[in-house]
């Protein structure tokens, strides 16, 4: 029996759990448990290369690990691939323990294809729309017209966190590597839309992009996302062409792009050629229906939200991650263990980091750096002590400077956005 690999994996990042059925003609029972039997269970051993001894005891909606493992990016150091058309893959956490997350491990987040050629030298970037004076600029015209700044930023995918709503939300199931925080180079986007001339009545920015539809089609575009003029006059927003000292990676831009902190990563658009200004909300690929929105109300799980219902996303929630040490350790009873991670929150400080060993019924405070310049994310490090041998979890919760804290989980919506529930990892004392 022929399997094709690649349209199994397309299939569970688009459908989740549907795939079981749509694929296997696996129906999940109520234990989220998916029984497979006959062709269907051929077909999975097939795509595993074996057959699978314990099968009746599969998740629902479980995308086989030997798909789910990357077998190499250039340039990338075991990103987790969750699909290559487009191709989408996450750094595991215990790999951003980096204060500046080195280019190997920034995660990738694509719409469609990247752009057949990317000559720097010959790049050219258009500011056009409702601006005094269309503009165009090579990347030696952006160094030598505007200051060049360097500055650590964090980017998180708006769907980071998505593998962990149930009923299973639509699109690639991201855990928790989808953010990264590089020290990005480049001009202030500010500086390069004054200098055009923002002109009267624009409250949006709207961005194109060089990559490919995944139709191959020209004329369609993958993605084409904006931002309210006032988020645009941002200081930390940046056009950048280096990443941590070095030319973009060509998965992370190369060799031009927005690097828009605070707000969900798809603003921050990649093979950058051109920005023109609107006055009205942008109504680009992927900024219209429920693309990078959520409900305006608490939904029930799995309740169908009308279109009209939805948000556009802005600031990303305060959220942290525990990077050292990994989760699932061993450790002995009598020594520290020593905890460390990030913290960041939108566009605002982390305030506080604490750490909890019994399930939330106590709190340690960790300590907690200022961010080297704001939009970074804030290290934070903490000597945890076990009172007898056992199982246990570590949670970490940021808690910003509006004083909200995360949560232990977040209500349910239809595409999984915004997902920046406790991290916790598990520690056997022995």
């Given at each position: 029996m022929?399997?094709?690999k690649?349209?199994?994996?397309?299939a569970?990042?688009?459908?989740?759990?549907?795939?079981?059925?749509?694929?296997?003609?696996?129906?999940t029972?109520?234990?989220?448990?998916?029984?497979l039997?006959?062709?269907g269970?051929?077909?999975?051993?097939?795509?595993?290369g074996?057959f699978?001894?314990?099968h009746?005891?599969?998740?629902?909606?479980?995308?086989?690990?030997?798909l789910?493992?990357?077998?190499?990016?250039?340039?990338?150091?075991?990103?987790?691939?969750?699909?290559?058309?487009?191709?989408n893959?996450e750094?595991?956490?215990?790999?951003?323990?980096?204060?500046?997350?080195?280019?190997n491990?920034?995660f990738?987040?694509?719409?469609?294809s990247?752009?057949?050629?990317?000559?720097?030298?010959n790049?050219?970037?258009?500011?056009?729309?409702?601006?005094d004076q269309a503009?165009?600029?090579?990347i030696?015209d952006?160094?030598?017209?505007?200051?060049?700044?360097?500055?650590?930023l964090v980017?998180?995918?708006?769907?980071n966190?998505?593998?962990?709503?149930?009923?299973?939300?639509?699109?690639n199931?991201?855990t928790f590597g989808?953010?990264a925080?590089?020290?990005?180079?480049?001009?202030?986007?500010?500086?390069v839309?004054?200098?055009a001339?923002v002109g009267?009545?624009?409250?949006?920015?709207?961005?194109e992009?060089a990559?490919?539809h995944?139709?191959?089609?020209?004329?369609?575009?993958p993605?084409?996302?904006?931002?309210p003029?006032?988020?645009a006059?941002?200081?930390?927003?940046?056009i950048?062409?280096?990443?941590?000292?070095?030319?973009?990676?060509?998965?992370?831009?190369?060799?031009?792009?927005?690097?828009?902190?605070?707000?969900?990563?798809?603003?921050?658009?990649?093979?950058l050629t051109?920005?023109?200004?609107r006055d009205?909300?942008?109504?680009?690929?992927?900024m219209?229906?429920?693309?990078?929105?959520?409900?305006?109300?608490?939904?029930?799980p799995?309740?169908e939200v009308?279109?009209?219902?939805?948000?556009?996303?802005h600031?990303?929630?305060v959220?942290?991650?525990?990077?050292?040490?990994a989760?699932?350790?061993?450790?002995?009873?009598?020594?520290?263990?020593?905890?460390?991670?990030?913290?960041?929150?939108?566009?605002?400080?982390?305030?506080?980091?604490?750490?909890?060993?019994?399930?939330?019924?106590t709190?340690?405070?960790?300590?907690?750096?200022?961010p080297?310049?704001?939009?970074a994310?804030q290290?934070?490090?903490?000597?945890?002590e076990?009172?007898?041998?056992?199982y246990?979890e570590v949670?970490?919760?940021?808690t910003?400077?509006?004083?909200?804290?995360?949560?232990?989980?977040?209500p349910?919506?239809?595409k999984?956005?915004?997902?920046n529930a406790?991290?916790?990892?598990?520690v056997?004392?022995?």
């Amino acid at each position: 029996m022929k399997v094709d690999k690649q349209k199994i994996t397309d299939a569970y990042a688009e459908h989740g759990e549907l795939a079981d059925e749509l694929i296997f003609g696996r129906r999940t029972h109520k234990d989220r448990r998916g029984f497979l039997r006959g062709a269907g269970l051929a077909a999975m051993g097939a795509l595993v290369g074996g057959f699978i001894p314990f099968h009746r005891n599969m998740p629902a909606g479980l995308i086989p690990a030997a798909l789910a493992q990357s077998e190499g990016i250039a340039g990338k150091d075991g990103l987790i691939q969750l699909s290559d058309r487009p191709l989408n893959a996450e750094t595991s956490v215990h790999m951003l323990d980096d204060n500046i997350t080195p280019t190997n491990r920034h995660f990738i987040r694509n719409n469609g294809s990247a752009p057949a050629s990317v000559d720097a030298d010959n790049w050219t970037l258009t500011v056009d729309g409702l601006v005094d004076q269309a503009m165009t600029f090579s990347i030696e015209d952006l160094k030598s017209q505007f200051e060049v700044v360097t500055k650590a930023l964090v980017i998180e995918c708006g769907g980071n966190g998505r593998a962990f709503f149930y009923p299973p939300a639509l699109g690639n199931q991201w855990t928790f590597g989808a953010v990264a925080c590089s020290e990005w180079t480049g001009v202030r986007l500010k500086d390069v839309l004054l200098a055009a001339g923002v002109g009267d009545g624009v409250i949006y920015t709207a961005h194109e992009g060089a990559d490919i539809h995944l139709s191959g089609d020209t004329i369609k575009s993958p993605l084409s996302r904006g931002m309210p003029i006032d988020k645009a006059m941002d200081d930390d927003n940046l056009i950048a062409f280096a990443q941590n000292g070095e030319a973009l990676h060509l998965m992370n831009g190369a060799p031009l792009r927005l690097v828009v902190p605070g707000w969900p990563g798809s603003l921050s658009q990649k093979w950058l050629t051109r920005i023109w200004l609107r006055d009205q909300v942008h109504d680009g690929a992927k900024m219209t229906g429920t693309s990078y929105r959520v409900p305006n109300r608490p939904v029930a799980p799995g309740e169908e939200v009308a279109t009209e219902d939805f948000e556009i996303i802005h600031e990303m929630p305060v959220k942290s991650l525990i990077t050292t040490p990994a989760n699932r350790i061993s450790h002995l009873q009598g020594d520290a263990l020593q905890v460390r991670g990030h913290a960041w929150a939108g566009d605002i400080e982390v305030s506080a980091v604490a750490v909890s060993i019994d399930f939330g019924a106590t709190w340690q405070s960790a300590e907690l750096d200022a961010p080297v310049n704001s939009h970074a994310w804030q290290n934070w490090r903490v000597a945890v002590e076990f009172p007898e041998v056992g199982y246990y979890e570590v949670w970490a919760r940021a808690t910003d400077s509006n004083g909200i804290s995360q949560p232990h989980a977040i209500p349910w919506n239809p595409k999984g956005y915004l997902n920046n529930a406790l991290h916790r990892i598990a520690v056997n004392v022995a």
